[in-house]
């Protein structure tokens, strides 16, 4: 069975940082391209950041650019979030997911998490 387990979410203040994780388990996920997207409530979910499989190559959404880092833990198929700089508008449930190449749609990943709730207060 494969599973993606976000962790790390939780309430912060606007101007602060929070990281999160998304293991991986089942299979070994070091060949993967690895994503996160998110989801705000009403929103169709979006694209936040991918990285390649080797982690050479990193993509970012335009409103997360400078503020966002996505790196990755192959030995510990693991990929994490770092957020700084958190805004109200980044409030939203955060998705980890892994295909095949780094891309920004959604519909080219296999592999979801269930996600991990983000809220930052003004």
């Known amino acids: 069975q494969v599973q993606l387990v976000e962790s790390g979410g939780g309430l912060v203040q606007a101007g602060g940082s929070l990281r999160l994780s998304c293991a991986a388990s089942?299979?070994?996920?070091?060949?993967?391209?690895r994503a996160w997207f998110r989801q705000a409530a009403g929103k169709e979910r979006e694209f936040v950041a991918a990285i390649s499989n080797g982690g050479w190559g990193t993509l970012y959404a335009d409103s997360v650019k400078g503020r966002f880092t996505i790196s990755r833990d192959n030995a510990k198929n693991t990929v994490y979030l770092q957020m700084s700089s958190l805004k109200p508008e980044d409030t939203a449930v955060y998705y980890c997911?892994?295909?095949?190449?780094?891309?920004?749609?959604?519909?080219?990943?296999?592999?979801w998490g269930q996600g991990t709730q983000v809220t930052v207060s003004s």
């Open positions: 997911a892994a295909g095949s190449l780094a891309l920004k749609q959604g519909d080219r990943y296999a592999y």
């Open positions: 089942g299979r070994a996920f070091s060949t993967y391209a």
